[in-house]
């Protein structure tokens, strides 16, 4: 992978670093953190479970059985991912279809929880009632994959906190950075019980350093803008995996000559950098990222084109592109999904994704493999598979292709595909039926 060359000059410095699991975080009495437990869908103890009898797993459809977990557990009931799809699904509260029946959660956990309702909007002035009440709220939310469910947990300033099931390990995060990627608030899921009693407030007392996980700075444009020369971030003994900086134009106006992130023994996976073009018009010359041995899979720039425009070389890497032959089918037309691939660098084993968004939201997986590809790798295929659409639900449809990291899951290129159905339309259960028609295979020589 190539690299840009840079030259950095750090001054060690005290840091204040916040931490996103087991961190002690100090907030004024209008700010809300409820600790809710934090359970993962990509937990081994039941991500390869089922849904009811469906075919589809918890690790890969789990999310809303996962969030709804957490927040039951929140109001007492104890159990589980993997217990409470068994109890859900003795009372019909998952289908067949693997879908949860919200109302189903009050008779599954005995009335400890109450089912309120749903909204479907993003009704932020909901969210701030429910949490001022003690309530943590479950959130449907869009990304560039799909639908997707979280956990709402608190608000601290104007700062959303929420737990997503997706992480695999608990992870404290702000919206709308998740784990999938940037989420749009789509819709809300209601439920109330018993908050639990509040502990009391510990006296301060020295702690040992924990180790640096995570490192957020926030508004600090006035702690940064005279203080500091340089900014070095130990990495010692475990790297630092993100870095998130939030209006901080002021901080690195005048001050920074150069950033450098030490990436060993494991490297950065995500940089999040929000109005900072600014910081960046002037005192970086480059910015060095190492991508050895595992690229880095996400970078979030935003306004920041003065900043970046002559300064970095574009970062060749492997892309995947998916399409279809037409924009609009109905039952009986034949679609030709075509995939283009390509590898401009070293060999490398990868994993290959494509699913299908339908215009509930659901998603169907096509494909989901390991493979290598080849160095120079140029696979263009204008019908990767052949479909004859049955009769499906009327909507958007949008197949999603992505190339990803096989030991981390780190995406490393996707991309998506629209088309719209029309007729009078069908079951969803059609779409399944179609992409096990055949199992595609892919052949790279």
């Known amino acids: ?33 409820l600790d809710v437990p934090f359970f993962s869908q990509r937990d081994p103890k039941w991500c390869d479970d089922y849904l009811d009898n469906s075919p589809y797993k918890i690790h890969d459809y789990g999310c809303a059985l996962t969030s709804t977990t957490m927040v039951v557990n929140y109001f007492g009931y104890d159990t589980d991912p993997g217990k409470f799809n068994k109890e859900l699904t003795a009372v019909g509260g998952i289908d067949s279809s693997g879908l949860l029946h919200w109302d189903k959660v009050e008779e599954a956990t005995g009335g400890v929880v109450d089912w309120i309702g749903r909204v479907d909007s993003a009704d932020w002035d909901r969210i701030d009632e429910e949490l001022s009440n003690g309530y943590p709220v479950i959130a449907s939310v869009q990304f560039s994959g799909g639908q997707h469910f979280i956990v709402f947990r608190g608000k601290v300033g104007t700062e959303y906190h ?15 950075n998740g784990a999938l990627g940037t989420y749009t608030l789509k819709g809300l899921r209601i439920f109330h019980g018993t908050p639990p009693s509040p502990s009391p407030t510990p006296s301060p007392s020295p702690s040992p350093s924990p180790t640096p996980l995570e490192i957020n700075i926030t508004d600090a444009e006035a702690i940064y803008e005279t203080n500091l020369v340089s900014v070095s971030i130990p990495t010692v003994p475990m790297p630092v995996t993100k870095i998130f900086m939030f209006a901080t134009e002021a901080s690195m106006k005048q001050c920074l ?37 595992v690229p880095v899979s996400e970078i979030f720039m935003h306004l920041e084109e003065a900043s970046m425009e002559e300064s970095l070389i574009k970062l060749q890497m492997c892309k995947i592109e998916i399409y279809t032959d037409k924009t609009n ?22 994993g290959i994704k494509i699913w299908l968004n339908t215009p509930t939201g659901r998603n169907f997986t096509l494909l ?16 990767f598979k052949r479909f004859k659409l049955p009769a499906i639900p009327t909507g958007n449809y949008t197949w999603y292709a992505l190339i990803y990291e096989p030991s981390t899951e780190a995406r490393i290129s996707e991309d998506n595909a629209s088309w719209y159905f029309a007729g009078k339309g069908g079951s969803q259960e059609r779409i399944y ?6 199992t595609p295979r892919i052949h790279f020589e």
């Open 329 to 350: 089918y109905t039952a009986g037309d034949v679609m030709c999904l075509g995939l283009n691939v390509t590898n401009p660098e070293d060999a490398m084993r990868a």
């Open 162 to 176: 929420f737990y997503d099931p997706w992480d695999k390990t608990c992870v404290d995060r702000v919206w709308p």
């Open 1 to 33: 992978m190539k690299k840009v060359a840079v030259i950095s000059v750090l001054i060690i410095f005290s840091l204040s670093i916040s931490y996103a699991v087991g961190s002690a975080l100090s907030y004024s009495s209008k700010d809300i953190l």
């Open 257 to 293: 000559e150069n950033v450098s992130v030490p990436t060993n023994p494991v490297p950065l996976s995500e940089i999040f950098m929000h109005l900072t073009e600014a910081s960046m018009e002037k005192p970086l010359i480059n910015v060095s990222i190492p991508t050895k041995p």
């Open 368 to 383: 989901n493999t390991i493979v290598t590809l080849p160095s120079g790798l140029e696979y263009a295929n204008p019908c």
């Open 433 to 438: 039926e179609m992409l096990k028609q055949e």
